[in-house]
């Protein structure tokens, strides 16, 4: 079964440079997630998309942005690079139900960035 | 607002003996809840979810996980653990419906010795 596909899987960038994540959900699914996990923590929730609109915001700095696109694909955008951003980013997909059916979340491999 | 509470930073179990994760949350409906394992530098699998029904829930691998409303727990269980089970085991709590993101607990690294 197709999974979620995140690119790229590594990515080394020197502070104050820009960074995109790219990730394509598991097909028909409409919504999207971004976490954060540094290095020894819990995945944090940085934002998600459903129907290409923002649906949730979490810890997601400033500096960050992101968007999902017709084709549900989303991107993660990070300006500024600063050490601390050095991190596991994953992206997770669902198929959102209000009614409260049950919207199991899905989650890629993650993209490692290392800030030097 | 929702949170996960795993006691146990680390557990340390023999290969063979049965294995029994804590994880506690907080939220005000009925939540989703959900337990994860993270290998080193790896994704994130999900073992099993509880979204209603019956409260002993079937996972992957041999894990099950029970749901006890009344203790607002969501312990993961194991039988019999193998040198293969050495992770970092996540429980996660969600909101019902919706596109709301999970919340994490700080995780439980499970060490398996011989």
Redesign the interface.
Known sequence: AAGVIQSPRHLIKEKRETATLKCYPIPRHD?V?W?QQGPG??????????EKMQ??K?SIPDRFSAQQFSDYHSELNMSSLELGDSALY?C?S?L???????????????SWLTVV | AQSVTQPDIHITVSEGASLELRCNYSYGATP?L?W?VQSPG?????LL?Y??GDTLVQGIKGFEAEFKRSQSSFNLRKPSVHWSDAAEY?CAV?A????????????THLIIQP
């Not at chain 2, 790896?42 to 999900?46: D, V």
């Not at chain 2, 019902?96 to 999970?102: F, N, P, T």
């Open positions: 919504t997630y976490y923590q819990d995945p944090q929730f940085l934002i998600s998309f459903y649906s949730d979490g994953f997770a669902s959102a139900r209000v009614s409260g059916s049950g919207n199991t979340i899905y989650f890629g491999e993650g | 989703y959900f994860y790896q994704g994130l699998q999900l979810k979204f209603s996540f969600g019902r419906g919706g596109a709301d993101g999970l919340t994490f607990g700080k995780g």
